[in-house]
C-alpha cells in the first residue's frame, strides 16, 4: 500500500524541487496540463491550492529530463537537416532571410548543435555561394553563437573571407 501524503502549496512544490517559488510558479501550466499539480478548493471561504503528490512531479521531473540536452546536440535528425542543407545549396538553392527574425530562428537551431554544425553551415554556404556574406555575419554576431564555436574561429574567418556573395 503507497502510504504517499498529498503536498500542498507553491513552497511545499519549490522545497520538493528544490528551486524558488518563483521559478515553481512559472511552471504551473506545465504541471497542471500533465496532471503533476492540480487544484482544490480548500478553507473557508474556499480558496484554490496548488496540491500534488510527490510521485507525480517525480514522473514529471524524469519525461521532462528524458528530452535530452537543450544544447552541444549531435543527432541522426541534426545530421539529416544538415546533409540536407547541403543537397539543397549543392542544387542551386539560396538562403535568402527576409528578415532579422529568420536569422535569429537558424541562430538559435545552430546553437544548440555542437558547433561542427555551425562551421559545416557556414562551409556549405560560402562553397555554393548559397546566401549573403552579410547574412552569414549576422548569424555570427551573437555573443552566444560566437563563444559557442570560438574554438573554429580561424577557419570561420577564412571561410567567410573565401565567401563570393549569392546575387
Known sequence: MNDEEMRRGWKALAEYLKIS??????LK???SACGAA??????NPPRRMLSF?????RKWARLKGSKGPKTNLDTDRSREKIKMIHILAKHGAKWLPEDRSEILEARRSLAKMRPDYTVEFIWIMAKYNA?????????????????????????????????????
Open 21 to 26: 517559488e518563483r521559478k515553481a510558479r512559472s
Open 38 to 43: 492540480f487544484f482544490m478548493r480548500v478553507g
Open 131 to 167: 546566401c549573403k556574406r552579410e547574412d552569414l555575419e549576422e548569424l555570427l554576431r551573437a555573443p552566444a553563437l560566437k563563444s559557442l564555436v570560438s574554438k573554429h574561429a580561424a577557419r570561420i574567418s577564412e571561410l567567410l573571407r573565401s565567401f563570393k556573395s549569392a546575387d
Open 29 to 31: 501550466g506545465e504541471l
Open 53 to 57: 503528490w510527490p510521485s507525480e512531479i
